[in-house]
Every structure is written in structure tokens, then in C-alpha cells.
């Protein structure tokens, strides 16, 4: 059998004036001002932000039951006026919607999508699935909710609005590396659980 090799999509840069869409694909927030603080850092950027129909719902331990959360996803994929998706914080049940998801219509509007920890699990599924690039990095109820890193804030704003490759990385302090060296290849990111300090893509 021939395996048809799909081709890379890379969603288009955000602009100001662009709508951010949240959503809350795992984990429900512990604390409601902090969608507001989220809402209030990303407007006072020059950006327009749309929340998730169903955030701020409680299902057990999950933002909303796996409808609820799938459906949001795929209403900000399909609405035209949002360019970026945003997680607002990770922790338990993101793989829950994977058998859930529409890939055809995330394929069709491919758009930045933001997170880490939890949220591993959409981006190598959307990876899979659409070949779509999406940002391993901070998350808009947890990280842009409170004192921004500003190391984080830079390559965040950095990455997610220039077509411009963000070549070497000098770090304010130095990571930790099993092996020191150099490599080359395709980079998919991992479950950390901190995106202070870092951002990583999956392209």
C-alpha cells in the first residue's frame, strides 16, 4: 500500500485587531477572575477575544462534559473571525475528545492553537490527523492571568505574529540537557508542565 504523504499546513500569523478565541478543553478553572485577567491582557494588546459558549461550565473534574467541550473547539474553528485558539488552562480529560473531533473542519480552517500539558494531546492528534502546525506554549487562564514571565510573553508574541523563522533561542537562563549538541529535524512537543521559559511547535 502507498502511504500518501499529507502536506504541512501552517495556520497564518496573528494580526492586531484579529479575534483570540478560549476555550477549556480539559480542567474547569479554580478561579473565575482569571478568565477576565486573560480576557483584559489580551484586549489591552489590541486583540478581540471570544469565549467559549461552554467555559466556565463544571463537569466533575472537566470544564463541561465532552460535547460541551468538543463543540466549543469546533465553533471556534469554524468561525471565520477567530484566528487564534487558546487553551485557558490544562490538567485532566483533553484525550476524551479526540474520537470526538471533526479533522476535516479543523483541516479546512487551520488556525494557531495554543497549550501545553494536557493539551499535548490535541496537538499530536490534530498532527496526525491534519498535518496542521500548532504551538506547544502558555495558556491564557494560567499564564497571561496574573504576572506575565517576560521571556515567555516575548517568544509567545513573537511566534504567533511573524512569518519570520525565530532562529537560535538564547534563554535568560540556561535549560537543563541530558546531551549537549546540535540536531535538526521536526520538533513535537511534549507534556510540560510548565511553558514558563520556552515555547515549542509541532510542525
Known amino acids: 500500500n502507498l502511504k500518501v504523504k499529507m502536506k504541512t499546513l501552517r495556520p497564518p500569523k496573528l494580526n492586531k485587531g484579529d479575534a483570540i478565541g478560549l ?5 474547569a478553572l479554580a478561579d473565575s477572575t482569571k478568565l477576565e485577567k ?36 469546533h465553533a471556534m474553528f469554524s468561525n471565520k473571525h477567530v484566528k487564534a485558539i487558546l487553551a485557558l488552562r490544562g490538567g485532566y480529560g483533553t484525550p476524551r475528545l479526540l474520537p470526538r473531533l471533526n479533522y476535516s473542519l479543523i483541516a479546512r480552517h487551520p488556525k494557531i492553537l495554543c497549550g501545553y500539558s494536557d493539551l499535548t494531546a490535541l496537538s499530536l492528534a490534530i498532527w496526525k490527523k491534519c498535518r496542521l502546525v500548532t504551538f506547544h506554549g502558555p495558556m491564557a487562564g494560567v499564564d497571561f492571568a496574573g504576572t506575565v514571565d517576560a521571556f515567555t510573553e516575548e517568544m509567545f508574541w513573537r511566534s504567533l505574529t511573524s512569518t519570520k523563522k525565530i532562529g537560535r533561542i538564547q534563554f535568560p537562563e540556561s535549560p537543563d540537557s541530558l546531551r549537549k549538541g546540535t540536531a535538526r529535524g521536526r520538533l513535537l512537543g511534549g507534556n510540560l508542565f510548565r511553558a514558563t521559559h520556552f515555547i515549542l511547535f509541532v510542525q
Not at 476555550?23 to 480542567?27: G, K, L
Open 38 to 73: 486573560a480576557v483584559h491582557y489580551f484586549e489591552l494588546q489590541g486583540y478581540r477575544v471570544e469565549v467559549g459558549k461552554n467555559v466556565g461550565r463544571v463537569h466533575g473534574y472537566l470544564a463541561g462534559t465532552d460535547e460541551e467541550r468538543a463543540a466549543d473547539l
Open 23 to 27: 476555550v477549556a478543553p480539559a480542567s
